[in-house]
């Protein structure tokens, strides 16, 4: 009895340690190690392709990087893929380098220590991927070449946007470069539905734009137009010129704003334009300077303004000569019954009522086409008078009909 007491646990010492032994092999590839009494816990699911030391890492073309778009990932058509279980198969269409400008929307610290990055097309937040950091300390990474690479982006990215547990938003923009990579689709925030990833991210640098204009608006003020514009950040930015145009595609500059230089917090501007010729449709832009002297563009925003005029006024038709039309402007500042008649050199008349009626305060633009005129002098008279009768206005211009 005592020999077979003997026995058993002489056995068990021989059995246990090579259980062990076992099963710390069969937990490997999803347990990292330990720091400091922290167990440091790794994906499981194609495990080895996403980190890039599964076998066939060797066919990545990582010297050939290839320009791509979301929406060109997002297009591809979804690969059979390995069973669930099998971390080391890599696919023939998972062997590409890509380079990428996108929009990072959030980020958060996945469970098994990625950073999960969910980007979208720059100016399309509907069109979503999913790119991932992974962790440089998981293991094998730390035995690879690209050990360093994924320490150094890994460090660049915490120190940059300090992700948490919780989606984080971002709201910046960004070129990649990064492995093409299927996963599975299992609920994944902003994966496309073919499962695309970038996995791994291998380098990520901000795009940096001299001035980020994130508004460019306007108001009416008095018998003025206010500009308000806003950057997010602005870089090496001298000043502001504001142009305006008419109808006529000619721009012309009516004023200057100095720029914040370089400033990575937002920055409100403003312009008043006090110099209106009339009321009409206008056009404004931005040209934004830099201190090297190179002008960008803003996109141009239309105001239309109808101020009440101060006093009746007839404007000198555009354009004088005119062939075979021109435009009459006229002012009311109150409502007035109005007459608007055209009269060749004789005195004739040859256009009784251009424009006439009761008509509202404000400024009318009158279009003559004179066709069926002939060359010389012509006369153009308004008469107007207010409809409670206190005022009245009358007024004649010259205009010359050259065909």
Not at 27 to 53: F, H, P, Q
Not at 209 to 217: H, I, R, Y
Not at 357 to 375: E, H, M, P, Q, R
Request: proline fraction near 5%; aromatic fraction near 12%.
């Amino acid at each position: 009895m005592t020999m077979k007491y003997i026995l058993y646990i002489f056995l068990m010492l021989l059995i246990l340690p090579l259980a062990a032994t076992f099963a710390q092999d069969t937990d490997e590839s999803d347990v990292a190690n330990s720091e400091n009494g922290t167990l440091i816990t790794c994906g499981v699911e194609r495990w080895a392709v996403k980190t890039c030391y599964d076998a066939d890492t060797m066919n990545v073309k990582f010297n050939t990087i290839v320009p791509t778009t979301i929406a060109y990932q997002r297009s591809l058509t979804k690969p059979t893929l390995p069973p669930q279980g099998d971390n080391t198969t890599r696919l023939t269409v998972e062997d590409t380098v890509y380079s990428l400008d996108c929009y990072i929307i959030q980020t958060k610290l996945e469970s098994d220590l990625d950073y999960h990055v969910e980007i979208s097309t720059i100016g399309n937040t509907s069109e979503t991927m999913v790119a991932e950091i992974v962790n440089p300390e998981c293991p094998n990474i730390i035995n690879t070449s690209r050990y360093t690479i994924f320490k150094t982006l890994r460090d660049w990215y915490t120190a940059t946007f300090s992700p948490t547990t919780s989606f984080k938003p971002i709201g910046v923009s960004v070129h990649i470069t990064g492995v093409g990579f299927f996963d599975f689709l299992h609920g994944q925030t902003g994966i496309p539905p073919n499962g695309r990833e970038i996995h791994p991210i291998l380098t990520m640098s901000l795009i940096t734009l001299p001035v980020e204009l994130t508004s460019f608006t306007y108001k009416t003020a008095n018998s003025s137009i206010k500009l308000e514009w806003e950057t997010a950040t602005e870089v090496n930015n001298n000043h502001f010129e504001i142009e305006r145009r008419d109808v006529t595609p000619y721009w012309v500059k009516i004023g200057e704003v100095t720029g914040a230089g370089n400033s990575n917090s937002p920055k409100q501007y403003f312009f008043l334009d006090k110099q209106l010729p009339s009321n009409g449709k206008y056009y404004y832009r931005l040209k934004q300077v830099d201190n090297d002297g190179q002008p960008k563009y803003s996109n141009e925003i239309e105001a239309n303004v109808n101020f009440i005029p101060s006093v009746y006024s007839l404007e000198n038709n555009f354009p004088n000569p005119f062939n075979p039309s021109t435009v009459i402007r006229y002012s009311l500042p109150f409502d007035s019954d109005v007459k608007l008649t055209v009269y060749n050199s004789l005195g004739q008349v040859v256009v009784n009522e251009l424009s006439a009626g009761f008509k509202k305060a404000g400024t009318y633009d009158i279009n003559f086409n004179a066709y069926s005129l002939n060359s010389g002098i012509y006369f153009y008279s308004i008469r107007a008078n207010s409809t409670d009768g206190k005022h009245s206005f009358t007024f004649t211009k010259k205009m010359i009909l050259m065909k």
